[in-house]
């Protein structure tokens, strides 16, 4: 073969083999930003407390703390406004144990606490005149009527930036670290996947000293609730 053959191989040879290592390090590169992207979802749905591409099934704990009622709301409330119901549960938890919580402003119809607050979700007038729906789409809302209580809720914390940013849409609702982490402890604990007679991590955190203000008045849950955070914390 002549030098002026041999040379046009050779460069098409070394041209060959560069392209085929651009090709592998393009493949590599892919499955690195797929499985990347892969753990990035993963972690909004744990970081957040959930996502509105995420439905968790009821754990055994929810199954068996939360009436059937309550349940089927939490869960209609949070398809309609793409929520996690975990979240919806977790709060209505922590206000009045899903209805059962004697104090009169959990109970009784047109009942409100010292600061103005009253119903299932705990609602202020204020709020609620605002965010209040019903239901149904009949008739005037009901602050003591828990669909509506559950469904204004999940009304309530989208406007404040839910599924996004739960923590903050939580601290909008009630303005308390502690009430935050006692949430997203109930949530995580009402997720199948999630159960576990441990306490989260969010829960052990010890809840920021602060002055309490009008809106962080205490139902009976709210107070046991947040007696129990403290003794795991050793606060």
């Not at 995420?54 to 929520?83: C, H, K, N, V, W």
């Not at 606490?113 to 202020?124: E, T, V």
């Not at 009901?142 to 406007?159: C, E, K, Q, T, V």
């Amino acid at each position: 073969m002549s030098a002026r053959i041999a040379l046009p191989l050779a460069l098409l040879g070394s041209l060959l083999a560069g392209l085929a290592v651009l090709g592998a390090c393009a493949l590599l590169l892919a499955l690195a930003v797929a499985r990347g992207g892969a753990s990035v979802a993963v972690g909004e749905v744990v970081g957040n407390g959930g996502s509105s591409g995420t439905t968790f099934a009821p754990s055994a704990e929810a199954r068996a703390d939360i009436p059937p009622s309550y349940l089927a709301l939490y869960m209609q409330a949070a398809a309609r406004f793409g929520l996690d119901w975990t979240i919806l549960a977790g709060i209505g938890r922590v206000e009045c144990d899903h209805g059962r919580d004697p104090a009169p402003s959990c109970t009784v119809e047109g009942q409100l606490n010292y600061a103005g607050a009253g119903g299932p979700a705990q609602f202020l007038v204020s709020t609620w005149q605002r965010y209040g729906i019903s239901a149904t789409g009949q008739g005037p809302p009901d602050m003591w009527r828990p669909s509506d209580a559950i469904f204004s809720m999940a009304n309530y914390l989208r406007a404040c930036g839910a599924p996004g940013n739960y923590p903050e849409a939580i601290y909008a609702y009630n303005h308390a670290w502690w009430y935050v982490a006692g949430v997203l402890a109930w949530a995580r604990r009402y997720r199948a996947e999630f159960a576990s007679t441990v306490a989260p991590r969010a829960a052990r955190a010890r809840p920021p000293r602060r002055r309490r203000d009008a809106r962080e008045s205490l139902t009976g849950t709210r107070r046991r609730s947040y007696r129990n955070i403290r003794a795991v914390s050793g606060s």
